[in-house]
């Protein structure tokens, strides 16, 4: 890709940029969110038509009008956000206008073999029978791969395809690739985790600001000088939580939490200026914790008390209402009206308490809270008008959080904070959640990234399979610790095995 320009109403997306795959080869693609990499698959595949600039394949001049032409020059991407259809099945979806036809009906069965033997091939614990609507987030993520995988794909771009899954699910993936890359194929991979970067890319291209700043061979490269190329600047990575003292006052005290699906007995204990980790597997509970205590999943039994009160939330507005802030890990579904501005959206958890008078919302209070927002979290729009859709998925992700933030919510359930954010972005929010238990909000952070639970919390509450298996200090914390209780089976469980 050769002098690639891009522009959308109100920014120039790219400038001027560059790109190049060699056979045989990953290369990894990295940058800040906003810098334009997702643009620039989205051009690669069809989507988008440049406004400048010229693609060549195999050295012959092409220009992928549409998502099928690329599919038809062997380009296939798997999308940061999903591209799922969530009332038909795992096998409709993967072969969705490929379908084996009889003379009048689909042939089932010879569809459901085929995407079973794919799903096979992935390690992917779903039926080719299930609907997609069913499945947790990290299974939707793996269902996309699947998809791209069916074609005959020559180039495969991997945009964010990690985000979702724990670190055995990453490992398989890799296996793929690196099964997957020949002679005459190649993957282009972009990821926020600098850690992916070393262990499965052969180059590494940086870009900024929608232009192009240099390529790496990764395995003479450190990932300081690749962060330090993406950023502009030198990243100090020091944000870690302060001391909270035991005789802190307990402001969430959960115990007895069940739900008919999946959670039994859990327990747990938040205190003022305390960031407490929620680890486990996938599948472990974590997110049903979250969305349990927030009203959003309904509760068979519990005994919840704020600051020694009890309390009873039937649903999210309850929560909001005694000051309990939710961040869901899906943010396009249940964190954001993509179709409305970024104003609107921070502004939307507050319009009562804060930005209504006399029943008429009062804009330029909103506006002038949106427009604090995105200077103190960096979030890149070219202004507060802008409509959500439009920004890129960490920016996204940074809305959702200020939308809680304007709110000023004693306690914040944080469930994948820094999903699908750049590097330069993740210090930003750590040091904003570090700055936040200062101040005395409590917060319970639900993440599938070790380093950064060891790192942010205080303690940390494992789960597996719906329980509580196990509960940590940040001094006692290790990730073999963590994994140890992650993959212990509940002593309930044990018993009945015996």
Same mark, same amino acid.
């Given at each position: 890709?050769?002098?690639?320009?891009? %522009?959308?109403?109100?920014?120039?997306?790219?400038?001027?940029?560059?790109?190049?795959?060699?056979?045989?080869?990953?290369?990894?693609?990295?940058?800040?969110?906003?810098?334009?990499?997702?643009?620039?698959?989205?051009?690669?595949?069809?989507?988008?038509?440049?406004?400048?600039?010229?693609?060549? @394949?195999?050295?012959?001049?092409?220009?992928?009008?549409?998502?099928?032409?690329?599919?038809?020059?062997?380009?296939?991407?798997?999308?940061?956000?999903?591209?799922?259809?969530?009332?038909?099945?795992?096998?409709? #979806?993967?072969?969705?206008?490929?379908?084996?036809?009889?003379?009048?009906?689909?042939?089932?069965?010879?569809?459901?073999?085929?995407?079973?033997?794919?799903?096979?091939?992935?390690?992917?614990?779903?039926?080719?029978?299930?609907?997609?609507?069913?499945?947790?987030?990290?299974? =939707? =993520? &793996?269902?996309?791969?699947?998809?791209?995988?069916?074609?005959?794909?020559? !180039? @495969?771009?991997?945009?964010?395809?990690?985000?979702?899954?724990?670190?055995?699910?990453?490992?398989?993936?890799?296996?793929?690739?690196?099964?997957?890359?020949?002679?005459?194929?190649?993957?282009?991979? +972009?990821?926020?985790?600098?850690? /992916?970067?070393?262990?499965?890319?052969?180059?590494?291209?940086?870009?900024? $600001?929608?232009? *192009?700043?240099?390529?790496?061979?990764?395995?003479?490269?450190?990932?300081?000088?690749?962060?330090?190329?993406?950023? %502009?600047?030198?990243?100090?990575?020091?944000?870690?939580?302060? $001391?909270?003292?035991?005789?802190?006052?307990?402001?969430? #005290?959960?115990?007895?939490?069940?739900?008919?699906?999946?959670?039994?007995?859990?327990?747990?204990?938040?205190?003022?200026?305390? !960031?407490?980790?929620?680890?486990?597997?996938?599948?472990?509970?974590?997110?049903?914790?979250?969305?349990?205590?927030?009203?959003?999943?309904?509760?068979?039994?519990?005994?919840?008390?704020?600051?020694?009160?009890? +309390?009873?939330?039937?649903?999210?507005?309850?929560?909001?209402?005694?000051?309990?802030? *939710?961040?869901?890990?899906?943010?396009?579904?249940?964190?954001?009206?993509?179709?409305?501005?970024?104003?609107? #959206?921070?502004?939307?958890?507050?319009?009562?308490?804060?930005?209504?008078?006399?029943?008429?919302?009062?804009?330029?209070?909103?506006?002038?809270?949106?427009?604090?927002?995105? /200077?103190?979290?960096?979030?890149?729009?070219?202004?507060?008008?802008?409509?959500?859709?439009?920004?890129?998925?960490?920016?996204? =992700?940074?809305?959702?959080?200020?939308?809680?933030?304007?709110?000023?919510?004693?306690?914040?359930?944080?469930?994948?904070?820094?999903? %699908?954010?750049?590097?330069?972005?993740?210090?930003?929010? *750590?040091?904003?959640?570090?700055?936040?238990?200062? /101040?005395?909000?409590?917060?319970?952070?639900?993440?599938?990234?070790?380093?950064?639970?060891?790192?942010?919390?205080?303690?940390?509450?494992?789960?597996?399979?719906?329980?509580?298996?196990?509960? @940590?200090?940040?001094? /006692?914390?290790?990730?073999?610790?963590? &994994?140890? *209780?992650?993959?212990?089976?509940?002593?309930?469980?044990?018993?009945?095995?015996?």
């Amino acid at each position: 890709m050769r002098g690639i320009v891009k %522009g959308f109403p109100g920014v120039r997306a790219l400038q001027d940029m560059r790109l190049s795959l060699a056979g045989g080869e990953v290369l990894a693609l990295v940058g800040e969110n906003g810098a334009g990499k997702s643009t620039l698959m989205k051009l690669l595949s069809g989507i988008h038509t440049p406004d400048e600039g010229e693609f060549f @394949l195999d050295g012959r001049r092409v220009r992928p009008r549409d998502p099928r032409h690329a599919q038809e020059l062997g380009i296939s991407i798997i999308h940061q956000e999903f591209n799922l259809m969530p009332d038909l099945t795992v096998a409709q #979806n993967i072969f969705i206008g490929r379908e084996p036809r009889g003379r009048f009906l689909l042939r089932d069965r010879e569809l459901n073999s085929r995407a079973g033997e794919l799903i096979e091939r992935l390690g992917l614990s779903v039926r080719p029978e299930q609907t997609v609507g069913t499945l947790t987030v990290a299974q =939707q =993520q &793996m269902v996309e791969i699947a998809k791209a995988l069916s074609y005959d794909a020559r !180039i @495969l771009i991997m945009d964010e395809p990690t985000a979702a899954l724990n670190d055995a699910e990453v490992a398989a993936l890799h296996d793929l690739i690196r099964r997957f890359v020949q002679p005459d194929t190649g993957v282009i991979y +972009v990821s926020h985790r600098m850690n /992916e970067l070393e262990a499965v890319s052969d180059r590494i291209t940086v870009i900024r $600001d929608g232009r *192009y700043v240099d390529t790496l061979n990764t395995a003479e490269a450190t990932m300081s000088q690749v962060i330090t190329r993406m950023v %502009g600047r030198e990243l100090t990575t020091d944000v870690g939580p302060e $001391d909270v003292r035991e005789d802190r006052e307990t402001v969430l #005290n959960v115990t007895g939490l069940c739900t008919k699906s999946l959670l039994r007995d859990v327990n747990l204990r938040l205190r003022q200026g305390e !960031i407490l980790g929620l680890a486990g597997l996938m599948g472990a509970g974590r997110t049903e914790v979250a969305r349990a205590l927030v009203g959003a999943d309904p509760v068979t039994s519990a005994e919840v008390t704020l600051r020694g009160r009890p +309390v009873r939330v039937s649903n999210p507005a309850d929560a909001a209402g005694h000051g309990i802030g *939710y961040l869901s890990e899906d943010r396009k579904q249940l964190g954001l009206l993509l179709d409305q501005d970024v104003s609107s #959206n921070i502004g939307l958890g507050s319009l009562r308490t804060r930005f209504q008078s006399f029943g008429f919302v009062r804009d330029k209070a909103v506006r002038a809270a949106a427009r604090e927002s995105v /200077e103190s979290l960096r979030i890149r729009t070219p202004s507060e008008n802008q409509l959500v859709k439009h920004l890129s998925g960490g920016n996204q =992700q940074k809305v959702a959080l200020a939308k809680w933030l304007v709110k000023d919510c004693e306690i914040l359930i944080i469930d994948e904070p820094t999903r %699908g954010i750049d590097v330069g972005a993740k210090e930003e929010i *750590y040091r904003l959640l570090n700055d936040l238990a200062q /101040e005395g909000k409590s917060i319970i952070m639900v993440s599938s990234e070790l380093p950064e639970l060891l790192r942010m919390s205080h303690r940390i509450v494992v789960m597996s399979e719906g329980r509580v298996t196990g509960e @940590l200090s940040a001094e /006692e914390a290790t990730q073999e610790k963590v &994994m140890h *209780y992650a993959t212990l089976r509940p002593e309930s469980e044990r018993a009945d095995a015996a």
